[in-house]
């Protein structure tokens, strides 16, 4: 993973980038929210630590720019005197966190550990062309997708890896997926469940009772794609902030 580390203090910079690269991150560094625009422009990292007040443009408006570049782009931004409202606006532009100084690194590289495997998605749909199209979609994207069409064994999938969400056809086979939503939401109750049905009118109570049991969003088909990377990616951000405010 490719890290880029944007201050203007240098020594700051050195200190970092020596930690990443001794826990085999890939650092990138720049002095300058300009130079830290820069660098994504011309080589895209996988996540980027920055300070929040630096001289020409500060943290906020870099990332902006970033952002602008990589829509999906994780940011932390890093200030020793932040503000209440230079926190809030941080993450309404997009911040995953803002951090004190002297970094937690524990809380960073907790942070850039978990930021990989939380790209995992399981789809479950008995569909299987809808499922290869919509692997091979959300795989192009940057996800790591697996596939199940048997419900039975969707807990034991859960089991074997960390995923980020299950993508779930609310009717497999004869029969509605609320008994298997159940069992998901009974042992994993916080795994987020995304719902996607063909049937609108003909589920319609059963929409409502996967709301009760506490789905996280449903979509229609055809849906479009970018509605659900936007809740995988609302998703990511929700729980990759938790661990940091943690």
């Known amino acids: 993973m490719k890290i880029l580390v944007v201050d203007d203090d240098q020594r700051i910079v050195k200190t970092t980038c020596d930690i990443l690269q001794i826990k085999g991150y890939e650092p990138i560094a720049a002095s300058s929210g300009e130079e830290g625009v820069a660098k994504v422009k011309s080589d895209p990292p996988d996540c980027v630590l920055m300070d929040l007040k630096m001289a020409g443009i500060n943290g906020i408006e870099a990332m902006g720019q970033m952002k602008r570049i990589v829509p999906g782009l994780p940011v932390i931004l890093v200030s020793a005197y932040a503000t209440r409202e230079n926190i809030e606006e ?40 809808f499922s290869r199209t919509l692997k091979e979609i959300l795989t192009l994207r940057g996800f790591r997708v697996e596939t199940e069409s048997e419900p039975r064994k969707v807990l034991g999938q859960l089991e074997q ?21 159940r069992e998901i939401r009974a042992k994993y109750p ?17 929409i409502e009772q996967a709301q009760r049991i506490g789905a996280y969003a449903c979509l229609y088909k055809p849906f479009e794609t970018d509605d659900l990377f936007r809740l995988l990616e609302e998703i990511k951000v929700e729980k990759l902030r938790n661990l940091l405010e943690e």
């Open 90 to 129: 941080a993450k309404r532009t997009g911040a995953y966190a803002v951090l004190g100084k002297p970094l937690n690194f524990p809380a960073v590289l907790s942070f850039l550990a978990l930021l990989r495997k939380e790209e995992n998605i399981l789809v479950v749909d008995d569909d299987p062309d």
């Open 161 to 181: 890896g960390y995923q980020l969400a299950v993508v779930l056809d609310l009717k497999l086979g004869t029969g509605p997926g609320l008994d298997l939503l």
């Open 190 to 206: 916080d795994k987020p469940v995304v719902l996607i049905t063909g049937y609108r009118r003909e589920m319609g109570d059963s």
